[in-house]
C-alpha cells in the first residue's frame, strides 16, 4: 500500500530565506508520480510541481524545487528566497500506475517578515 | 473558463439528512474525483469517476454516492448525514489518469453535520 509521509507538522521560515518540506513515501511499484500542492488559507488546492520516478534530473518551477533522492524514497520541496505568499499548508502526493492518488498529512509553512 | 467549480460552499446538516454536493468542470477532463479533507489526515479520495457514467470506490467510500450522468458533472450524495461526515470537501479533475498528469481542485464545500 502506497504511503505518503511528511513529518514536519509546523515550519517557521524568514522571509528571503530558503527552506525544505521533507516529503517521504513507500512504494514497491517502479513507476510512480510525486506531486506538491499548496493551499493557502482560502482553502483552494494549488498544483506546485511534478517528479517522476524515472526523471533524470530533480524538477524545478521558478522558486520551487524537488530535491528527489530515489534511493531514500525522499521527495522535499524547496522553496527558495520565501515570501510572506508562501505562508500556507503543503501537501506532498503520490501516485502509481492504476493507483489512485495518495496525499500526506501536510506541513504548514509560516514566513516571517 | 472557470475551471472546476463546486456548490455549495458551506452547509450544515442534521444527523440523518440528505445532500448533494455538485462539481462542475469545463475543461473536458475525463476523470473526475471527490476527496475529504480532515484535519492532520490530508486528503483521502471517497470516489472517482473514468467517464460518464462511470464511478469507481476510492479509500473511504462508505456512506457516500455518487453518480456521473454528464461529463461535466459530478454528483456526491450523503443519503443520511452523520457527524463522521463533517470534513471539508473537495471536486477535482484531470484530463488523463496516468502518472503525470496533475489534478485541478475545486474551491471546497465545508460540510457540518450536527
Known amino acids: 500500500a502506497q504511503k505518503i509521509t511528511q513529518t514536519q507538522p509546523g515550519m517557521f521560515v524568514q522571509e528571503k530565506e530558503a527552506v525544505t518540506l521533507d516529503c517521504t513515501y513507500d512504494?514497491?511499484?517502479?513507476?510512480?508520480?510525486l506531486f506538491w500542492y499548496k493551499q493557502p488559507s482560502s482553502g483552494e488546492m494549488i498544483f506546485l510541481i511534478y517528479?517522476?520516478?524515472?526523471?533524470?534530473q530533480n524538477a524545478t518551477e521558478g522558486r520551487y524545487s524537488l530535491n528527489f533522492q530515489k534511493a531514500r524514497k525522499s521527495a522535499n520541496l524547496v522553496i527558495s528566497a520565501s515570501q510572506l505568499g508562501d505562508s500556507a499548508m503543503y501537501f506532498c502526493?503520490?501516485?502509481?500506475?492504476?493507483?489512485?492518488?495518495?496525499f500526506g498529512a501536510g506541513t504548514r509553512l509560516t514566513v516571517k517578515p | 473558463n472557470a475551471g472546476v467549480t463546486q456548490t455549495p460552499k458551506f452547509r450544515v446538516l442534521k444527523t440523518g439528512q440528505s445532500m448533494t454536493l455538485l462539481c462542475a468542470q469545463d475543461?473536458?477532463?475525463?476523470?473526475m474525483y471527490w476527496y475529504r479533507q480532515d484535519p492532520g489526515m490530508g486528503l483521502r479520495l471517497i470516489h472517482y469517476?473514468?467517464?460518464?457514467?462511470?464511478?469507481a470506490k476510492g479509500e473511504v467510500p462508505d456512506g457516500y454516492n455518487v453518480s456521473r450522468l454528464k461529463k461535466q458533472n459530478f454528483l456526491l450524495g450523503l443519503e443520511s448525514a452523520a457527524p463522521s461526515q463533517t470534513s471539508v470537501y473537495f471536486c477535482?479533475?484531470?484530463?488523463?489518469?496516468?502518472?503525470?498528469?496533475?489534478?485541478?481542485f475545486g474551491p471546497g464545500t465545508r460540510l457540518t453535520v450536527l
Open positions: 475543461m473536458n477532463h475525463e476523470y
Open positions: 517528479q517522476g520516478s524515472y526523471d533524470q
Open positions: 477535482a479533475s484531470s484530463s488523463l489518469r496516468s502518472l503525470y498528469n496533475e489534478q485541478f
Open positions: 502526493a503520490m501516485r502509481e500506475i492504476n493507483n489512485d492518488m495518495r
Open positions: 469517476s473514468v467517464g460518464e457514467g462511470t464511478t
Open positions: 512504494t514497491s511499484d517502479p513507476s510512480y508520480g
